[in-house]
Antibody, heavy 121, light 107 residues
Framework: EVQLAQSGAVVKKPGESLKISCQSSGYDFDTYWIGWVRQMPGKGLECMGV????????RYSPSFQGQVTISVDKSISTAYLQWSSLKASDTAMYYC??????????????WGQGTMVSVSS | EIVLTQSPNTLSLSPGEGASLSCRAS???????LAWYQQRPGQAPRLLIYGASNRAAGIPDRFSGSGSETDFTLTISRLEPEDFAVYYCQRYGRPPLFGQGTKLEIK
């Protein structure tokens, strides 16, 4: 079964760093784009960026360029989203999702369960 | 940068009725790169339609997509109780981009 399993909910303080994960199983991790999607409380979906695990090519949405870092570790079929200095406005649910077709930035057909990040002093 | 605008923001209908949700792009996009998602409360989004009109695996045939260039529509015939949710359109390719969503609520 194709699955994306995300790390658990976290509570952090402003200024702290954070790295959340998305572990894939059931398919060839290297050949499908993975995206990260933010959903702030009561708000809509925003794509932060996408990464191709095969060569780590990454494309950030303009609003998130320079604000976060997306990476992968192919050896453990895991994608990451990280912040160097969190802000209260980073409080949100974060989803990882897989592109539907190999090698294409395709529609997201498989989604992780989400990771809730809460940032508060 | 392209903007996707969904309308209406909220749609109030009764089970058994049909629904029509709109997604308008600020510039023409390839039909191949338009998707629709459903998000129920407390759940991750679910892919319904890709390539503007192709149903994803396991999606009932009461869901259909149409449109081209700047105007796209998600149609749900004969609403079931589980269809009341928020729906998003998305342009994929490049960094993907979502519309702001339409909430389909029970009247």
């Amino acid at each position: 079964e194709v699955q994306l399993a995300q790390s658990g909910a976290v509570v952090k303080k402003p200024g702290e760093s954070l790295k959340i994960s998305c572990q894939s199983s059931g398919y060839d991790f290297d050949t499908y784009w993975i995206g990260w999607v933010r959903q702030m409380p009561g708000k809509g979906l925003e794509c932060m960026g996408v990464i191709y695990p095969g060569d780590s090519e990454t494309r950030y949405s303009p609003s998130f360029q320079g604000q976060v870092t997306i990476s992968v570790d192919k050896s453990i079929s895991t994608a990451y989203l990280q912040w160097s200095s969190l802000k209260a406005s980073d409080t949100a649910m974060y989803y990882c999702a897989r592109g539907r077709w190999p090698q294409w930035i395709d529609a997201f057909d498989i989604w992780g369960q989400g990771t809730m990040v809460s940032v508060s002093s | 940068e392209i903007v996707l605008t969904q309308s209406p923001n909220t749609l109030s209908l009764s089970p058994g009725e049909g629904a029509s949700l709109s997604c308008r792009a600020s510039q023409a996009i390839s039909t191949s790169y338009l998707a629709w998602y459903q998000q129920r409360p407390g759940q991750a989004p679910r892919l319904l339609i890709y390539g503007a009109s192709n149903r994803a695996a396991g999606i009932p045939d009461r869901f259909s997509g149409s449109g081209s260039e700047t105007d796209f529509t998600l149609t749900i015939s004969r609403l079931e109780p589980e269809d009341f949710a928020v729906y998003y359109c998305q342009r994929y390719g490049r960094p993907p981009l979502f519309g702001q969503g339409t909430k389909l609520e029970i009247k």
